[in-house]
């Protein structure tokens, strides 16, 4: 059986790829790869088919992380598969796809991952511009989640 792990945000530029690409990293480094499948979406359709913003594609080159997906939007078929695991990097990208495709059983915010921190919402640096703290709070999501993951699956 193979896990699914999709994150989900605004355009699918700027934060999402980030934690798709920083979970990827993790996943491979535990040897996980071959369980845990990575994604990630948009909830809006702007960007579909664009690169990472550069500032992602900059501070993930920084950790020595490689990153070549195109931004595409979240579908029906992510949101009606049960056991895929959807992450959004904020409240307003949860409440979008409620609103859209209904309560999914397996939906959750990143930083409900996150130890030692109190944001709960990664902030979109698409405007605010600060994408090492992004890829600081994103890191820290990240680990959470894989942790909880590993927990649940005896992994
Ligand atoms: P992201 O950032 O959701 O982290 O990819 C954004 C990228 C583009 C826009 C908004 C947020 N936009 O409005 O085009």
Known sequence: MSIKVLFVCL??????????????????????????????????SWHVGETAHRGTRRVLAQHGIQYNGRAR???????????????TMDG?????????????????????YAANTQERSVPDPY???????VYQLVSAGCRGLLAAIREENDL
């Open 127 to 133: 405007y605010t511009g600060n994408f090492a703290y």
């Open 92 to 112: 307003e990208n949860l409440r979008d796809l409620e609103e859209r495709y209904g309560r999914h059983p397996r939906t959750a915010r990143l930083l409900d």
């Open 11 to 44: 355009g699918n530029i700027c934060r999402s790829p980030m934690a798709e690409a920083v979970f990827q990293q993790m996943v491979n480094d535990a040897g996980l790869a071959d369980q845990i499948k990575v994604d990630s979406a948009g909830t809006g």
């Open 73 to 87: 939007q979240v579908s029906a078929a992510d949101m009606t598969d049960p056991d895929t695991w959807i992450i």
